[in-house]
């Protein structure tokens, strides 16, 4: 696995593929090899070369426990871009990784050729703000949560009511959440970056093309959040995809790799 000192930390990625290149940002607490289920498949069949990489806060990338801001992170990958000699390249996050793209897309156009913004948002709400402040003060609290107790919230909170309905699929679900490391000092400061200030007025300036894709039982970024993003983002796309929750991408990939590649090769305007 490659590693490149960028923007003052050690970064892990992984390259593969070869073509136009992807890069895609992974939200708060997730690792590139989540990618590698059926994104990166489903994106190197049709003929791009796709970058995935651990965010800081997630090792083997710098764990930085001090904490950092949501332009640090955009620091990292517009380094790694310039290192890769990428630029501009399309991008792909999710989540806290869709809030990197968009600050990306703002500050750095020149490294952006097109953004997918999934599970996103503009600003956060009371909800919101309330489940992230408790999800740090649980951390802060130090308690260890029984793990089969920690899957199970964590299902109920990333899933949509189809996939918590089907006993085969939340065998496996529950299986692989209490398989999942807890959060370390790293994922905690990703919780306080996620709280996003509101930033819907910012990214009315963003002129690189961009499609919003919201998942309709989304808890953690309700489509209407994410709707408004697609509203401030001038000629943005916006693409509601049912039957899933905050992982959607995971949920039905089919459905969302069918997007991504659409807007990405222009399939869907033709």
Same mark, same amino acid.
């Given at each position: 696995m490659p590693v490149v000192h960028v923007n003052g930390i050690q970064l892990h990625y992984d390259d593969t593929g070869a073509g136009e290149p992807v890069l895609m940002i992974q939200g708060t607490g997730g690792g590139r090899t989540v990618w590698e289920l059926h994104q990166v498949p489903a994106? $190197?069949?049709?003929?791009?070369?796709?970058?995935?990489?651990?965010?800081?806060?997630?090792?083997? $990338?710098?764990?930085?426990?001090g904490g950092f801001t949501l332009q640090d992170m955009v620091g990292?990958?517009?380094?790694?871009i310039e290192h890769l000699g990428i630029g501009p390249c399309r991008i792909v996050g999710t989540s806290l990784g869709a809030f990197i793209a968009q600050e990306l897309a703002l500050s750095r156009p020149d490294l952006v050729r097109q953004a997918v913004l999934m599970a996103t948002r503009g600003r956060t709400d009371a909800l919101r703000a309330a489940i992230t402040r408790a999800e740090i003060d649980?951390?802060?609290?130090?308690?260890?949560?029984?793990?089969r107790?920690?899957?199970? /919230?964590?299902?109920?909170?990333?899933l949509s009511p189809r996939t918590l309905d089907d006993d085969?699929? /939340?065998?496996?679900?529950?299986?692989?959440?209490?398989?999942?490391?807890?959060?370390g000092p790293g994922q905690r400061a990703q919780m306080e970056v996620s709280k996003l200030d509101r930033r819907l007025d910012a990214?009315?300036?963003?002129r690189v093309p961009c499609q919003v894709i919201a998942f309709a039982d989304d808890l953690i970024t309700p489509p209407h959040l994410a709707r408004e993003v697609a509203d401030a983002i001038p000629g943005a796309r916006y693409e509601l995809i049912d039957g899933c929750g905050h992982y959607g991408y995971l949920e039905d990939p089919a459905a969302v790799n069918k997007a991504i590649v659409e807007f990405f090769t222009g399939a869907a305007a033709r």
């Open positions: 994106l $190197t069949a049709v003929g791009f070369r796709v970058i995935t990489f651990d965010n800081r806060g997630i090792p083997p $990338t710098s764990e930085c426990p990292d990958v517009a380094g790694l649980l951390y802060d609290a130090g308690l260890d949560l029984p793990v107790y920690a899957a199970v /919230m964590r299902a109920l909170k990333s085969a699929a /939340m065998a496996d679900w529950l299986d692989l959440f209490e398989l999942s490391a807890g959060p990214y009315r300036g963003i």
